[in-house]
């Protein structure tokens, strides 16, 4: 996996709940580091539900080769934000990935070493719902690659909370976690405005 | 689907055959010692799972491929909707390992399972309302589940053979996001592989909210079912308009910058069965594991969804009640 040596930082986006805005923070993550001058990578692992393609607008691209191995699909013209998704090897966007735990991780470890993500700085890697064999994946994957953290995303109320403590125990090669509250983004403020009642929560709920 | 994967080297004889990994085609095939080590035949899980769900009358599947669009806030209140009736069983099953809401939702968090001579004995919520989720067989609720699909699938096989229902009117059947080993697993116990069949799952529903995001997955949960031969009942929509309790304003949170879930469904061929509005009062529900149905019943919601219920039971009468039993041919009312 020498494509990963070149990486400077690995974040990984988390959440036991579906639904919380994973794919969204991971996209405006990426988008905010751009804005600061850094150059990011994205992997889309949620192989069932892959989001990220959607919301670059990159929908209908291809992924092409180079001698290196897998480029990812560039954003940007200065190729500053590259994306790696099942999403682009789909034939049909409607078409379903009906696999099982094994080929899921054969994927994801084709995607981790064979993705040329040159010098990154940061790689933002956007994850499905739970923790199973693609969270298990990535995190013994990127064992020797001491990724800098994982960040859990949560919505306030106590069933996505729940899912979160979960969460927390899948990450045991990150060195830090990392409790983003919802007001910082957009969407997850309005629900936290909306849910009407004054629950104290700081949005993060994880002590 | 058959038990010959996509990928398969030409000729190949099906990786339940008895010539699985044996057969001059599996020479060279990266599946070849997997199927030749592994026990030929139908799983004999299969049948006897037939066999113990013999007596529940409709099974459904609540799905989406997408996450946090109330699936089991859903299948919770569906489950509720039904019982009602003090002269319908209801079960809920959850087979969402990672995430088993079921219990917080039906107000059943912390209690445990207990295993009978017959069984095990599934969690009562109320008298004709039962449920089973791995969330009552975990130590502590910060548990988290970090298993890979082959051991899920084993538990969800252990759930549809091994708990004691008794009785059924209604089995329903809380998913995970996805279309991965547990909606498999699911489809292929309960039909046993052989899609088509149709006594196994009387149909799914599938919810989603109105924005593209999240129709994308559920065009490929769409497309699971079709590959899987999962009639789909309907579509439902999920937090489409939220009205503001002060000013009586209603605004749409998640845009239907396609159309929604109902332009969808127009464009598939599928039924849409309703729509759902986004109601604080029905999370708060859901968080006190009690039903919205009694807590705010003068939500629009609750009209909402009871509309739905009536449309989604209206199926699985009419598909049951024209069953022809020697032949397990089904006449249906084309509506």
């Known amino acids: 996996m020498n494509h990963l040596s070149s990486v400077k930082h690995v974040i990984i986006i988390l959440s036991g709940k579906g639904g919380v805005g994973k794919s969204t923070m991971a996209v405006q993550i990426a988008l905010g580091l751009h804005a600061a001058g850094k150059k990011i990578g994205i992997l889309d692992v949620d192989l069932c539900g892959p989001s990220i393609p959607k919301m670059f607008n990159l929908e209908g691209r291809d992924i092409h080769q180079c001698n290196e191995g897998w480029l990812p699909v560039y954003v940007d013209k200065d190729q500053h934000i590259g994306v790696m998704s099942i999403g682009f090897l789909l034939s049909d966007v409607d078409e379903a990935v009906v696999w099982r735990g094994p080929k899921k991780n054969?994927?994801?470890?084709?995607?981790?070493?064979?993705?040329?993500?040159?010098?990154?700085?940061?790689?933002?890697?956007?994850?499905?719902?739970?923790?199973?064999?693609?969270?298990?994946?990535?995190?013994?994957s990127l064992k020797g690659y001491n990724p800098d953290g994982a960040i859990l995303i949560t919505t306030p109320q106590?069933?996505?909370?729940?899912?979160?403590?979960?969460?927390?125990?899948?990450?045991?090669?990150?060195?830090?976690?990392?409790?983003?509250?919802?007001?910082?983004?957009?969407?997850?403020?309005?629900n936290r405005h909306r849910n009407g009642d004054n629950r104290s929560t700081t949005g993060t709920g994880h002590g | 689907m058959s038990a010959v994967p996509e990928n398969a080297p030409e000729h190949c004889p099906g990786t339940n055959s008895e010539a699985a990994g044996k057969a001059e085609a599996c020479a060279g095939c990266p599946n070849q010692s997997i199927c030749s080590?592994?026990?030929?035949?139908?799983?004999?899980?299969?049948?006897?799972?037939?066999?113990?769900?013999?007596?529940?009358?409709?099974?459904?599947l609540v799905l989406s491929g997408k996450g946090g669009v109330g699936k089991s806030t859903f299948t919770s209140h569906l489950a509720h909707a039904i019982a009602e009736d003090p002269q319908k069983q209801v079960g809920v099953l959850d087979?969402?390992?990672?995430?088993p809401s079921m219990p917080r939702m039906l107000g059943t968090e912390g209690e445990t399972v207990h295993q009978s001579g017959s069984g095990w004995s599934p969690v009562y919520v109320r008298d004709n309302l039962a449920m089973m989720s791995v969330g009552f067989l975990l130590g502590s609720l910060s548990d988290a589940v970090i298993w890979r699909g082959a051991k899920k699938s084993g538990l969800i096989k252990q759930f549809l053979r091994d708990v004691d229902w008794d009785d059924l009117d209604y089995?329903?059947?809380?998913?995970?996001?996805?279309?991965?080993?547990?909606?498999?697993?699911?489809v292929q116990m309960l039909t046993g592989g052989n899609y088509g069949n149709g006594s196994g799952i009387d149909g799914a529903v599938i919810v989603t909210t109105p924005q593209q995001v999240a129709l994308i997955d559920v065009r490929k949960e769409i497309n699971f079912c079709r590959k899987t031969d999962v009639k789909i009942i309907g579509v439902a929509e999920n937090m489409g308009e939220f009205v503001c309790p002060a000013c009586q304003k209603p605004s749409t949170i998640f845009p239907r910058t396609t159309g929604g879930a109902e332009k969808m469904c127009e464009e598939l061929g599928e039924t849409f069965i309703g729509g759902l509005p986004l109601d604080p009062r029905i999370a708060r529900s859901c968080d006190e594991g009690k039903s919205f149905l009694e807590e705010v019943p003068d939500s629009p919601a609750v009209k909402a969804f009871r509309a739905i219920v009536e449309k989604v039971i209206g199926f699985c009468e009419k598909k049951g009640g024209a069953k022809d039993n020697d032949t397990g041919e089904v006449m249906m009312d084309t509506a």
């Open chain 1, 106 to 140: 054969a994927m994801i470890k084709q995607f981790l070493s064979d993705v040329y993500w040159q010098d990154v700085d940061y790689l933002v890697i956007d994850t499905p719902p739970g923790t199973s064999d693609e969270h298990i994946t990535v995190m013994e």
């Open chain 1, 158 to 190: 106590a069933s996505a909370i729940h899912g979160e403590k979960g969460e927390g125990r899948t990450t045991p090669g990150a060195s830090r976690v990392h409790h983003l509250p919802p007001p910082a983004v957009g969407g997850t403020s309005e």
């Open chain 2, 37 to 60: 080590a592994l026990p030929k035949g139908p799983d004999p899980a299969v049948e006897e799972i037939r066999q113990k769900l013999s007596n529940v009358k409709h099974k459904i």
């Open chain 2, 95 to 99: 087979v969402d390992i990672c995430g």
């Open chain 2, 171 to 186: 089995l329903i059947v809380d998913t995970p996001p996805g279309t991965s080993d547990e909606h498999l697993s699911l």
